[in-house]
């Protein structure tokens, strides 16, 4: 079993889209490990992407998490992190393929509907991030 992390992210929350998501994941074969929802502030969102602070997009993005509450979800099922990056699909969802959450979900490229982590070793930082050793127990 693997390991991952994603987020719904504040433009499903406010579309009422997360349960979908939610359950799209779980259809997919994933199980939830720990979930919480959340309102980020400025500082947990320039610290959760301070990877991308030196792109010119930082800023926007720091915005739009802030903008509402997201969910972020730690996920497992064997080869998650590469799966979950399909099932999302392209980040821009003109691009990705149907069926996949962003291609049903996502309304463009800055609001993508959900954040997937990239490779195994974000993906432990990033669950560590929202969630204690207590919380991933079970």
């Known amino acids: 079993m693997e390991r991952t992390l994603t987020i719904i992210k504040p ?35 320039r610290a959760f992407y301070e990877v991308h602070k030196e792109r010119p997009f930082y800023d926007d993005l720091v915005a739009f998490m802030t903008s509402g509450p ?29 069926g996949t959450i962003r291609k049903l979900y996502a309304t463009n490229v800055e609001r993508n509907a959900i954040h997937g982590s990239d490779s195994q070793e974000n993906a432990a930082i990033e669950t560590a991030f929202f969630f204690a050793r207590a919380d991933l127990l079970g």
Request: aromatic share 4%; glycine share 10%.
């Open 70 to 98: 997201c969910i972020p979800i730690a996920l497992e099922r064997d080869a998650a992190v590469g799966y979950l990056r399909q099932v999302m699909g392209a980040t821009n969802p003109e691009e990705a393929e149907g």
């Open 11 to 45: 433009d499903s929350v406010a579309a009422g889209n997360a349960g979908k998501i939610l359950a799209h994941l779980e259809a997919e074969g994933f199980q939830v490990v720990a979930m919480r929802r959340l309102h980020m502030n400025e500082a947990q969102a």
